[in-house]
């Protein structure tokens, strides 16, 4: 059977999903080939919105195909994705693991609606080695759903609770990942620093980490996707600065730099805490990097409020920034605030987009003249750095291969160079 076609919205875990997902229909006796299948994303309302509109696009470039809504947005609220007329069934987060639920009749005026109380999974759904055969790294979901309530998010509802995958069961992954030619796996999760307590023994991340780099001695590089520094305990750390095999990337889930914000967003750091973790990560290893999810307008953001937030993008020599202009979700607490006006709202966002820019840009300035290792993309002549900037160089490189790269300079926000011989 062939596989069907795939628009994945939002985060890297949803990508890892939608590669699983695709792979499994294709080895599936479900005639997949006439479905395209959305993985939608619930975490802004702008995130719906472009979720919405990928389905609209997506019919009318193909009328005789039917359109399967799955994904975050898909489980918080299925009616929305069934009332669309392009949609011919939504599945939910859990059942879009079995193929099953992708078996479909003729169109109809009404969509089927398959989405189960993921609040009720106490188990990680079944989890596939995928090719992942168009990207140069592959990406391994260690943990799926959050226990923890933070009052502008809406994901818990679209992931259920937190499960985590057993480590026996991440490191086989890795191995065959390794073993088709991977040279970079990314840990991925809804909150994967939350890995571990509702496994037999409790294991924590650092102790998944120590054993996946034992057990795959071949893996060249390990990347963590976004960390909730609070739960950095000191066997991470010292596995963040001390392996060279961990890339000296961290990408934190700060949300705001001003503790009453935070206090509002029940986050569990303060911005002291996070300044502090950085300060000891950079003593320790001063080449790893800095990124961090900031949220700009949340409700009751003060000019004072926000100007901490600014700051902390230079007391974090912050220099890989997702900025989220705040909007409210239906369902969360702080839809309930009191709301800022929209245009403060994106202009907040704005200036720190341009902070972070500033700041990554004298940060490419000072790797000039050195030499990185690059994890060769697909295309053959760019890839990413291990402390995950992006480079172009000179002449094209076998495909997820890691190959030297002088830097000579920085061109559109990107390092070029030539390969060392």
Known sequence: ???????????????????????NLAASNIDSEHLIIVNSCAVTNEAVRQTRQAIRKAKKANPGKQIVVTGCA?????AMFAAMPETSAVVGNIDKYDAANF?????????????SDIMQITETAPHMVSAFGDRSRAFVEIQNGCDHRCTFCIIPFGRGNSRSVPAGLVVDQVQALVDKGFQEVVLTGVDVTSYGPDLPGQPTLGMLVERILKHVPDLPRLRLSSLDGIEIDDRLFDLLTGEARMMPH?????QSGDNMILKRMKRRHSREQAID????????RPDIVIGADIIAGFPTETDAMFANSLAIIDQCDIVHGHIFPYSP?????????????????????KILRNAVARRAEA??????????NILAEMSGNAGYAENFARVLFDAPADKRQIVPVE????????LIGRIAV
């Not at 979700?329 to 966002?349: H, W, Y």
């Open 329 to 349: 979700k239906q369902g969360t607490p702080a839809a309930k605030m009191p709301q800022l006006d929209g245009g403060v709202i994106k202009e907040r966002a």
């Open 277 to 284: 973790l950085v300060a000891r990560l950079k003593a320790k």
């Open 250 to 254: 961290v990408h934190l889930s700060l």
């Open 1 to 23: 059977m062939s596989a069907p076609e795939m628009i994945s919205m939002g985060c890297r875990l949803n990508i890892a999903e939608s590669e699983a997902l695709q792979q």
């Open 363 to 372: 940060w490419r300035q000072t790797l000039i003249g050195s030499r990185q």
């Open 103 to 115: 078996k479909l009749g003729t169109q109809s005026n009404r969509s089927d609606i398959r989405v």
């Open 407 to 414: 830097i000579t300079g920085v061109q559109n926000k990107q």
């Open 74 to 78: 898909a489980q918080v609220d299925p």
